[in-house]
């Protein structure tokens, strides 16, 4: 059974840093794509950052951009996301998800994890 595991959330002052990371357990092989979501409360989750595993390409959203950086990690299907000159705006819950191959949707979730940006 997959299981997606997030970890390093946190609460930091606006302009601070947080790195987070998502481990994944139970799949022996790669996944298709691994991506970062976040949801405030009253709003719809909102795709952050992912990578492709491939060929490590990377995408974000234009709120980040240049921001924050996904990554994978040394160990399998485990990726970071480090977010540097937080904005309050940056708060919320952060998902991590992962696609097994193409076409076929975010499969699998993570239970999330808290960032807090104080102003």
């Known amino acids: 059974q997959v299981q997606l595991a997030e970890s390093g959330g946190g609460s930091v002052q606006a302009g601070g840093s947080l790195r987070v990371s998502c481990v994944a357990s139970?799949?022996?092989?790669?996944?298709?794509?691994m991506s970062w979501f976040r949801q405030v409360p009253g709003n719809e989750r909102e795709g952050v950052a992912g990578?492709?595993?491939?060929?490590?390409?990377?995408y974000y959203a234009d709120s980040v951009m240049g921001r924050f950086t996904v990554g994978r990690d040394s160990a399998k299907n485990t990726i970071f996301l480090q977010m540097n000159g937080l904005k309050p705006e940056d708060g919320g819950i952060y998902y991590c998800a992962a696609e097994e191959s193409r076409g076929r949707g975010f499969e699998y979730w993570g239970r999330g994890t808290q960032v807090t940006v104080s102003s």
């Open positions: 139970g799949k022996p092989d790669d996944f298709y794509r």
């Open positions: 990578v492709y595993f491939d060929d490590g390409s990377t």
